[in-house]
C-alpha cells in the first residue's frame, strides 16, 4: 500500500518541481524534500522486498539469484539514502554551479543504477559463457 501511494505522489511532485517551476519558488526547498523523502521511500520498499526475496531459508528465488537480489538490495538501500539524507536542508542552500546540492546527490544515483545494471548484464554473460563451455566438455 506505501509503495502504490509513493509511486502514485512521484509524477505530482516532479511537475510540481520542475514543469511548474516551482523549484524556484519559496516553496520549492519543500516541494524538493518531499520529492527526496518519496523517491527515497521507494527505494526503501524495493529494498525490502529485494531482502525477502534474498532469505535463503524462504527458498523463494533460485539460489543462483540470491546474490544478485542482495546486491540489488544494498543499491536499493544505498540510493534510499541519499535520497533520504539530501533532505536536510542545506543541500538546498548550498549550490554547485548554480544547482543545488540535494539535486547533485539526485544525480549521482542514476550512474549508480547504470554500472548496477551493466554489472549484472557482465555476470549473466559470464554464467553463460562458462554454461556453454561446460556442456562443450
Known amino acids: 500500500m506505501l509503495l502504490l501511494f509513493l509511486v502514485a505522489v512521484e509524477p505530482y511532485l516532479l511537475n510540481l518541481l520542475v514543469i ?3 523549484g524556484a519558488s519559496p516553496l ?3 516541494i524538493s524534500a518531499y520529492y527526496g523523502l518519496d523517491i527515497g521511500g521507494m527505494n526503501f520498499v524495493l529494498a ?3 531482502h525477502i526475496l534474498a532469505k ?3 527458498n523463494l528465488i533460485p539460489r543462483e539469484l540470491i546474490g544478485r ?3 540489488m538490495r544494498d543499491l536499493m538501500l544505498v540510493g534510499g539514502l541519499i535520497f533520504a539524507i539530501s533532505v536536510v536542508p542545506a543541500f ?3 549550490n554547485i554551479d548554480g544547482l543545488p546540492m540535494r539535486v547533485l546527490m539526485w544525480i549521482v544515483t ?3 543504477t547504470w554500472l548496477s545494471r551493466m554489472f549484472q548484464r557482465h555476470a549473466t554473460n559470464k554464467r553463460g559463457v562458462e554454461s ?3 556442456s562443450i566438455l
Do not use: N
Open 110 to 112: 542514476i550512474p549508480m
Open 56 to 58: 535463503e531459508e524462504k
Open 132 to 134: 556453454k563451455h561446460s
Open 69 to 71: 537480489y542482495k546486491r
Open 92 to 94: 538546498w542552500t548550498v
Open 48 to 50: 525490502y522486498f529485494a
Open 20 to 22: 511548474q517551476g516551482a
Open 28 to 30: 520549492g526547498q519543500d
